[in-house]
């Protein structure tokens, strides 16, 4: 898979809705050409890709229109659902990249652009080719092909993946994915496999390459997060970075679910955190519940 033809079914998601994106969109809202909602330097990721300081730099941030998954409490579904953004091509994501770059970006942050992978890797290897050296995050769902993901392999130097859900009744209820759990973990052993476990230059404080796993706690732990925490700590080991995210709140259609309809307490993202002691994870970042921003890094120091 090296090139885009919309006049062919559409897989590249795992939906495999097949859609023939020169005539219609996706079920992800994509259609024929590149669409880019935003492009800027981002100062509210986890520190080794945004950095310490919000004074300089940041993650050099694209974020892509449409979404394969679409969960009825998106945050940014504007975006993702409403599908508002600017179509390209694929010069002109190849200059926003070199733009950023120069802008001063720790690095380039491609969010949820599974279903223009094509699209994206010929723009990453033009830019490659133009001068461009900072590392290459991959800013995902989870909810990706493996067989488009290795596509990606040997241009994406961070993956940053979701793993939203353990339990495939509140995947397909929230998200309508009741795969969700299984193709997001093989999705992410596949980008484990690429990159490896996080490295973080000691200088500098940035990720150079290597997997960061966000586990999103939502309220009354309905993705199961603890399971989640399970599955990383035996499959793939303690020793990897995570990101519990404590900052969740209700949005987009999260009032037609009343059991979702509300912030995360304290004392659930407590519980999961308590989990992720107990098993012994040592690298990674934790939040202040409703905090979107604000990470304490390496809760184990070490």
Aim: hydrophobic content about 40%; overall charge negative.
């Amino acid at each position: 898979m090296t090139g885009f033809n919309p006049s062919l079914p559409c897989t590249l998601c795992p939906r495999a809705c097949k859609a023939i994106r020169a005539k219609a969109a996706g079920f992800c809202g994509a259609g024929a050409r590149l669409r880019v909602a935003l492009a800027q330097l981002h100062h509210g990721e986890e520190p080794p890709v945004s950095g310490a300081d919000p004074e300089r730099g940041g993650s050099g941030t694209i974020f892509f229109s449409g979404c394969a998954l679409c969960c009825v409490y998106c945050q940014n579904h504007d975006i993702s659902i409403a599908n508002l953004g600017h179509d390209m091509g694929v010069d002109d994501l190849t200059a926003m990249m070199l733009e950023l770059g120069l802008a001063g970006a720790h690095n380039i942050n491609l969010v949820t652009g599974g279903h223009y992978t094509p699209q994206v890797r010929q723009a990453l290897i033009q830019a490659k080719a133009n001068g461009l050296t900072l590392p290459i995050v991959w800013n995902s769902s989870g909810y990706e092909s493996v067989e488009t993901l290795r596509t990606l392999e040997g241009l994406v130097d961070i993956y940053l993946p979701d793993l939203r859900y353990m339990d495939t009744r509140a995947a397909a209820r929230y998200s309508g994915a009741p795969d969700y759990p299984k193709t997001a973990t093989f999705a992410i052993c596949e980008m484990r496999r690429q990159v490896g476990g996080l490295v973080v230059d000691a200088t500098t404080g940035l990720a150079t390459h290597g997997l960061i796993i966000r586990l999103l706690v939502l309220p009354g732990n309905a993705g199961r997060t603890d399971l989640a925490l399970d599955w990383i700590a035996d499959t793939l080991g303690p020793d990897t970075a995570i990101s519990l995210m404590g900052q969740y709140y209700p949005a987009h259609r999260a009032a037609e679910y009343p059991e979702i309809n509300r912030g995360v307490s304290p004392e659930e993202y407590a519980a999961v955190r308590a989990r992720m002691e107990e098993l012994g994870f040592t690298r990674g970042f934790v939040q202040d519940v409703g905090s979107s921003a604000d990470w304490t890094p390496d809760f184990r120091q070490k």
